[in-house]
């Protein structure tokens, strides 16, 4: 077997056939056969495998008492996915990256690393982010389609990734963004302590720090995130996350408002901050917003680094 990359994702392919080559060298597909075999040995290693076997190999139905129970499937129809690997493991952070970057935000729970022999060479796993997946996903089902496109956005991002990195030493907080982002998968999603540190991320980023109240960190996001959302490839549009926003320079004060309260310790009240409504809208808003302010700064990081300082 060649190394492959284990995503804990349930996918759909929308192309013919059950794989795709998503960069030179990296195929997404189906696994089969051995591959299954040692995803669940793998799995069955961590501890709560029961939960990500049901998740691969069942659909959810709801009973009519209303709760869930799992039906099980036949083993051609299992959805357990990988990403085929034939390159050398020095681009794996490229590759990382590319994918929790990209709109299908794939997830990457451990890599499978093989000789050239085929024989089992070992893996490379972190515990935290394993569980913290585990916890975020564990009653959802969701299945997410991927096509040709998805492939090519992937594609784009990682030669945007692979350009950079010739260039990181000019741009030391695009750098460190980066890595804070990588790590952010260390933190779970149901945890308002991965609101406050997606907020950092972006601080580091396009703001500096205040030298007067029109300077505020505040006025800093809510000004220079409403220039850089008009260029984005796709801008956000505040419609699409919540019902009654507000405009989208309030929108960014009340979320930085929301911060600040975790920060300092306060009870949050939504009803003083009604127009994102809720923590979950709230926190699902900013990582696609935080996604797309990296992404612009690797296409634009001269840009990034003379609006940090305006």
């Known amino acids: 077997m060649r190394g492959f990359i284990f995503l804990g994702d349930l996918i ?76 050398p493991q020095d681009g794996r952070d490229f590759l990382d990256d590319a994918i929790a970057l990209c709109s299908k935000d794939l997830n990457r729970l451990f890599d499978s690393l093989y000789y050239e022999d085929g024989k089992p060479a070992g893996r490379i796993f972190q515990h935290n982010i394993f569980y913290n997946f585990l916890e975020d996903v564990w009653m959802q089902n969701y299945i997410k389609s991927f096509s040709k496109k998805d492939a090519e956005e992937i594609t784009i991002l990682y030669k945007l990734l692979v350009d950079f990195k010739g260039k990181e030493s000019d ?49 800093q996001l809510a000004t220079k995130l409403l220039l850089l959302n008009k260029r984005f490839e796709k801008p956000m549009i505040l419609d699409n996350f919540f019902k009654n926003p507000a405009s989208f320079e309030k929108t960014i004060k009340l979320l930085y408002t929301y911060r600040s309260d975790i920060a300092h310790g306060n009870n949050v009240n939504f009803d003083k901050l009604q127009a994102i409504e809720s923590k979950e809208k709230a926190s699902d808003f900013l990582y696609q917003l935080l996604k797309n302010v990296i992404i612009q700064s690797l296409k634009e990081p001269d840009l990034i680094t003379d609006l940090k300082s305006v």
Request: proline share 2%.
């Open 12 to 87: 759909n392919l929308e192309e013919p056939g059950d794989s795709i080559e998503i960069i030179d060298n990296y195929i997404l597909r189906k696994a089969k056969g051995e591959e299954i075999d040692h995803i669940k040995h793998q799995l069955n290693s961590l501890g709560n495998s029961d939960i990500m076997i049901a998740r691969h190999e069942g659909t959810q139905q709801e009973t009519e008492t209303g709760h869930m129970t799992i039906n099980y499937l036949e083993r051609d129809y299992w959805n357990y996915w990988i990403i085929e690997r034939d390159a």
């Open 171 to 219: 741009h030391l907080y695009i750098k460190k963004s980066l890595e804070d982002f990588r790590m952010l998968k260390r933190v779970s999603r149901r945890t308002p302590f991965f609101f406050v540190s997606m907020f950092s991320i972006m601080e580091a980023l396009i703001t500096h720090n205040p030298t007067s109240e029109s300077k505020s960190i505040s006025h």
